[in-house]
């Protein structure tokens, strides 16, 4: 009888034993699946990853990219070319880049035409010199174009390649069909006409600080 109550305990043992070690193998097995399930996830990640590219001789990306016209807030330009949509090309003050920089409107003194676009205001907020004055007006990124509202500037009387250029430069402005940007050395800001002008603009360095400490993000919809 006491034999058989032996067997009996030592069945209950193993029972308990055999039970103890599926619950360890199920905590176990419940603990190790999330970090199974992360380490798959993060290779499946790995493999989907899109390649960068590192070298610098590979073809530029396209400059009317509309995200690249997002950029432009904060930036300073310069008018370097301006070509009629014939191919030739316009005469501009002061140019000391770009394809007109030796023509004879680069004389002593000649100012070059410039575009400010800044949000220091906390609204955007285009400003520079058009040839002859001072201009200010509000400009607007939407829909990966850079367009300007209505321009004011000073009213001075000019003689030259400046004063012949300001009207038409200005007129541009209200006229621009399409804007890119080029981000890769040399920068550069283009802008196609309504009339299929194009106007290069580089990126100035003098004026390429930061904004001024007061600036403010720009205002939705401005």
Same mark, same amino acid.
């Not at 032996?6 to 193998?25: D, K």
């Not at 907020?125 to 321009?151: D, E, H, I, M």
């Given at each position: 009888m006491l034999k058989r109550s032996s067997h009996r305990l030592a069945g209950r043992s193993t029972a308990r034993q055999a039970r103890a070690s599926r619950a360890s193998l199920t905590s176990l097995v419940s603990r190790t699946a999330p970090l199974a399930a992360a380490t798959a996830a993060a +290779?499946?990640?790995?493999?989907?990853? +899109?390649?960068?590219? &590192? *070298?610098?001789?590979?073809?530029?990306?396209?400059?009317?990219?509309?995200?690249?016209? &997002?950029?432009?807030? $904060?930036?300073?330009? &310069?008018?370097?070319?301006?070509? $009629?949509? *014939? !191919?030739?090309?316009?005469?501009?003050?002061?140019?000391?880049? !770009?394809?007109?920089? =030796?023509?004879?409107? $680069?004389?002593?003194?000649?100012?070059?035409? /410039? +575009?400010?676009?800044? /949000?220091?205001? !906390? &609204?955007?907020?285009?400003?520079?010199?058009?040839?002859? =004055?001072?201009?200010?007006?509000?400009?607007?990124?939407? =829909?990966?174009?850079?367009?300007?509202?209505?321009?004011? !500037?000073?009213?001075?009387?000019c003689v030259g390649a400046g004063g012949e250029i300001e009207g038409a430069y200005l007129d541009a402005l209200s006229h621009v069909a399409r804007s890119g940007v080029q981000m890769r050395d040399p920068q550069a800001l283009l802008l196609v006409l309504e009339n299929g002008d194009r106007l290069t603009f580089a990126s100035t360095a003098s004026a390429a600080a930061a904004p001024a400490s007061g600036a403010q993000p720009a205002k939705q919809g401005e």
């Amino acid at each position: 009888m006491l034999k058989r109550s032996s067997h009996r305990l030592a069945g209950r043992s193993t029972a308990r034993q055999a039970r103890a070690s599926r619950a360890s193998l199920t905590s176990l097995v419940s603990r190790t699946a999330p970090l199974a399930a992360a380490t798959a996830a993060a +290779l499946l990640l790995a493999a989907c990853k +899109l390649p960068v590219h &590192q *070298d610098a001789s590979a073809p530029p990306p396209d400059p009317f990219n509309p995200a690249a016209t &997002q950029l432009l807030d $904060n930036s300073h330009w &310069q008018l370097v070319e301006w070509k $009629n949509a *014939d !191919g030739s090309l316009r005469s501009l003050p002061g140019a000391v880049t !770009g394809a007109m920089a =030796n023509s004879a409107a $680069n004389a002593p003194g000649a100012r070059p035409v /410039t +575009l400010d676009l800044s /949000t220091a205001t !906390g &609204q955007r907020r285009a400003s520079g010199y058009s040839g002859c =004055n001072r201009y200010t007006g509000s400009y607007v990124l939407k =829909n990966g174009l850079l367009s300007f509202g209505q321009l004011a !500037g000073t009213r001075m009387a000019c003689v030259g390649a400046g004063g012949e250029i300001e009207g038409a430069y200005l007129d541009a402005l209200s006229h621009v069909a399409r804007s890119g940007v080029q981000m890769r050395d040399p920068q550069a800001l283009l802008l196609v006409l309504e009339n299929g002008d194009r106007l290069t603009f580089a990126s100035t360095a003098s004026a390429a600080a930061a904004p001024a400490s007061g600036a403010q993000p720009a205002k939705q919809g401005e």
